[in-house]
Antibody, heavy 123, light 105 residues
Framework: EVQLAESGGGLVQPGGSLRLSCAAS????????LSWVRQAPGKGLEWVAN????????YYVDSVKGRFTISRDNAKNSLYLQMNSLRAEDTAVYYC????????????????WGQGTLVTVSS | SYELTQPPSVSVSPGQTASITCSGD??????ACWYQQRPGQSPVLVIY???KRPSGIPERFSGSNSGNTATLTISGTQAMDEADYYC????????FGGGTKLTVL
């Protein structure tokens, strides 16, 4: 059974840092693109970042470029999101998601999601 | 940047058919997928690559995509289908629609 479990959320002051983790099990971790997707309270889904199977390609939404860093450790079946210079608008539930990407056809979808971890940026 | 537009809300009576639309420029030339999110829960994939259903998703969920519009159709809607639904496509990056709240009343 595929499982994704996020951790590391909490309350942080503006300008502070936080590192999210996602522990994966039930599939060959190194075979898949992985992503972080967030959802602000009462709002819709927003893609945050993607990372390729071997970590060689990383992509970010413009609003977090230069502040957030996605990484993975295939030996530990773990995905990470280092978040620096946090702002109030970064307050959201952050989901780890397994991606299915078919380059030739341009198909991209998330077939499994974690339960999410809440990040609150407030003084 | 690419945008996907969904109606904020759709209402349907139990047992009837609900249709939720997702509009984007030449969306029919891309693959669309749909997620269901019940209150307090994580999103669940219900349709991918326009028309395919993941294992475990009831047959009453179906999808189509043509022109500028992708549509999620729920036939014989049940109370348990009341949720937020999000469309998503790929256009150089992941793009989500704003979400549609489906009310079954």
């Amino acid at each position: 059974e595929v499982q994704l479990a996020e951790s590391g959320g909490g309350l942080v002051q503006p300008g502070g840092s936080l590192r999210l983790s996602c522990a994966a099990s039930g599939f060959t971790f190194s075979d898949y693109w992985l992503s972080w997707v967030r959802q602000a309270p009462g709002k819709g889904l927003e893609w945050v970042a993607n990372i390729k199977q071997d970590g060689s390609e990383k992509y970010y939404v413009d609003s977090v470029k230069g502040r957030f860093t996605i990484s993975r450790d295939n030996a530990k079946n773990s995905l990470y999101l280092q978040m620096n210079s946090l702002r109030a608008e970064d307050t959201a539930v952050y989901y780890c998601a397994r991606a299915r990407y078919y380059f030739a056809s341009g198909a991209w979808y998330f077939d499994y999601w974690g339960q999410g971890t809440l990040v609150t940026v407030s003084s | 940047s690419y945008e996907l537009t969904q109606p904020p809300s759709v209402s349907v009576s139990p047992g009837q058919t609900a249709s939720i639309t997702c509009s984007g420029d030449k969306l029919g030339d891309k693959y669309a997928c749909w997620y269901q999110q019940r209150p307090g829960q994580s999103p669940v994939l219900v349709i991918y690559q326009d028309t395919k259903r993941p294992s475990g998703i009831p047959e009453r969920f179906s999808g189509s995509n043509s022109g500028n519009t992708a549509t999620l159709t729920i036939s014989g809607t049940q109370a348990m289908d009341e949720a937020d639904y999000y469309c998503q496509a790929w256009d150089s990056s992941v793009v989500f629609g704003g979400g549609t709240k489906l009310t079954v009343l």
